[in-house]
């Protein structure tokens, strides 16, 4: 008689088996995605599968009651205390008694699907560089004198086939309590890293470990710190949290910074310690905000410009203020996070910081690569992650050319009148009406005087702050496009002055978007200084892109990403009537939200994908914008509005 057919779905992967084999030993032996966290003990309910019975013409089978074996009593004894969902087996107890097909669904996969929301975005593999492992040690016996360590190590090759284990001090001080503790059953934290040859043990708690395991994605900005806590067995993200980068008291920019490092002994480490306990804060912070123990949290990944990175990583930015501007190291790095100074999370936690492309396009441009994919584009793309300085990508599957460009704090509101952070109370959208020049707008967390878009009539408006960076945007150029601002980026015309919102102030003139008197609240008004702010940075901008494609020799790009926490709030119609982007087709713009997160992301839950960016970096070519001479006569003509000699043909359609 042949052997029962065994047909697992999703995957299709099929093969014969003996009557008693278990299903989780079926699977392993095909190759299919079936998790294990005990081992095959029945109690961490990992390998959950949902077999179906009936006829499957698609398969050539007919699925008999009786295809599984009955509830043994270790399945019982789970579904009694834990419970199991209607039809789900336990895949490790349940074995083969006939032809069967078997459904692994979604959170029995070990390398699950992280399904992110907007079409244009990647999902993310679940294949983690830590994971978690039950275990049973041998115990201790007086005519075996082997240490508690080594018999785990005995139990991870065999019961796991884990080989070349490796733990530290902290880890060694509480294992023999802990596997007493958990009469020698123990669940561990291993991690192993892309180039790693051994696998190092973390954490261990005694039996199963069910309060789960988590890592932190962070991209350290030259202004803010973003960072998501993610879950290390899912992908789901628990918490999102930010804060201010403390380092801006030492200067806004990066330049800035840097000087101050040079101007000031000691001054570099006075930054790194300053945004070391940012970072012990926002961890804590985080954790708090997830409900779980910062212990828990066992990896970072860092992105962060090469700045950032420097300061961070304890080391002098000097040299990255003056040509070459060359890198202590664009390496990626596997550290401890003890000896980064990262104390709020586990004591043994591990921290990824991605590869920097160049001295001036840092591992925040790597991990847009890696989230956008730029070089696996079919049509020329061009991705502008902005912020405080901009990272520009170009490429498609041929090439990928890369640069970073000093935009300034502008666009993220900063040195502008009004200016805030996008925070309730600021302006965050904005409309001018070309006949009586007056705005309607939408401010963060201020709906109850709004229409149903979220807009208001200025004179309604109330609880106005400031205007965030994506309303400066708008707020330019809807003042073009109603003809209160001209080309040059002057504001107000000779008739215009003395109209109900155009005031003179000294020798320029200024635009009121609300006067504050009715409410009590601030004037907010754009000024002519915060034009030339916008155009500087504009300008940086568009110069950086323009460079890109002089080098690939292009004239116009397919489509454009709008990148950065920023660029997902600016409508790409305002971001092309100022002129930041190249013309394309306003359809072609899209907004990848906070891409560099999102690499940071992928590197925490994907262990290949850290190799792949590594690979990605070395193709990518960079073009250094502060010696190309070219630069500055892009800067020049990108001053005007658009701009002083591309045309823009896709504004007039
Ligand atoms: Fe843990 Fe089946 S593998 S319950």
């Not at 890293?193 to 991209?219: M, N, S, V």
């Not at 940075?537 to 790009?557: C, H, N, P």
Request: net charge negative; charged share 20%.
């Amino acid at each position: 008689m042949t052997d029962p057919l065994v047909i697992f779905t999703p995957s299709g992967k099929r093969g014969r088996f003996p009557v008693g084999t278990p299903v989780l030993t079926a699977a392993r032996q095909l190759g299919v995605d079936l998790d294990s966290v005990c081992g095959g003990r029945g109690i961490c309910s990992k390998c959950q599968v949902q077999p179906s019975y009936g006829d499957f013409p698609k398969h050539g089978v007919h699925v008999a009651e009786g295809a599984l074996s009955e509830f043994n009593a270790v399945e019982e004894r789970y579904d009694r205390v834990r419970g199991l969902k209607t039809g789900r087996r336990l895949g490790c107890q349940a074995t083969v008694q006939g032809d069967i097909v078997i459904d692994v669904p979604p959170e029995s996969q070990v390398h699950k699907q992280v399904i992110r929301k907007a079409a244009t975005q990647r999902d993310i593999i679940m294949d983690p560089a830590t994971r978690l492992y039950f275990v049973e040690v041998t115990e201790p016996d007086m005519h075996d004198p082997t240490g508690d360590f080594e018999r785990l190590k005995a139990a991870l090759k065999d019961q796991w086939q884990i080989e070349g284990v490796t733990a530290s001090l902290p880890f060694l001080s509480k294992l023999q309590t802990t596997l007493r503790k958990g009469q020698w059953k123990v669940t561990v934290a291993a991690h192993k890293g892309h180039r790693d040859t051994h696998t190092q043990l973390l954490e261990i708690w005694p039996g199963l470990h069910e309060d789960g395991l988590y890592g932190l994605a962070i991209d350290l900005g030259s202004t803010t710190i973003a960072a998501h806590l993610c879950d290390l067995v899912t992908g789901e993200v628990k918490a999102s949290s930010g804060r201010m980068n403390p380092q801006i008291r030492f200067g806004e920019d990066l330049m800035s910074r840097v000087s101050y490092a040079m101007m000031n002994a000691g001054g570099d480490q006075e930054m790194t310690r300053a945004v070391r306990e940012a970072l012990n804060d926002l961890t804590q912070g985080i954790a708090e905000e997830a409900g779980i123990s910062p212990a828990l949290i066992v990896e970072a990944t860092f992105v962060c410009n090469p700045v950032m990175h420097h300061l961070l990583l304890g080391l002098d930015p000097v040299e990255l203020g003056q040509a070459p501007f060359a890198l202590a190291t664009s390496e990626s790095l596997s550290l401890n996070a003890r000896e980064m100074g990262l104390e709020a999370m586990n004591p043994n936690a591990r921290v990824f910081v991605l590869p920097c492309i160049a001295g001036h396009v840092g591992a925040d441009a790597a991990a847009v690569a890696l989230s956008e994919e730029p070089g696996k584009s079919e049509d020329l793309v061009l991705i502008v992650d902005v912020g405080t300085n901009a990272e520009i990508l170009l490429g498609d599957k041929t090439r990928v050319l890369a640069c970073s460009s000093p935009t300034g704090p502008a666009f993220e509101g900063a040195q502008i009148s009004s200016g805030q952070r996008a925070a309730p109370g600021a302006i965050e959208k904005l409309e001018i009406n070309p006949d009586t020049k007056e705005p309607r707008f939408r401010v963060i967390g201020c709906d109850l005087w709004s229409d149903e878009d979220g807009f208001a009539e200025a004179t309604a408006a109330s609880g106005i702050t400031g205007i965030a960076g994506s309303g400066i945007i708008e707020a330019l150029a809807e003042m073009r496009s109603a003809g209160i601002m001209d080309p040059s980026g002057l504001i107000g015309s000779a008739e215009q002055v003395g109209t109900p919102r155009i005031e003179a102030e000294g020798r320029t003139n200024t635009y009121i978007i609300h006067d504050g008197t009715a409410d009590g609240g601030p004037r907010i008004t754009v000024t002519q200084n915060d034009v030339r702010a916008i155009q500087l940075a504009k300008s940086a901008l568009y110069a950086g892109a323009r460079l890109l494609m002089d080098e690939r020799g292009v004239e116009t790009v397919d489509r454009v990403v709008l990148a950065g926490a920023f660029g997902a709030h600016i409508s790409p119609k305002h971001a092309m009537i100022l002129g930041m982007i190249p013309d394309v087709p306003l359809e072609k713009v899209t907004s990848a939200g906070n891409a560099a997160g999102t690499g940071a992301r992928i590197a925490l839950c994907n262990v290949t994908a850290r190799a792949e960016i590594e690979a990605t970096v070395r193709k990518i070519t960079k073009v250094e914008t502060a010696i190309e001479p070219k630069f500055q006569e892009h800067f020049v003509n990108a001053n005007a509005i658009p701009h002083k000699t591309d045309p823009f043909p896709h504004l007039s359609t």
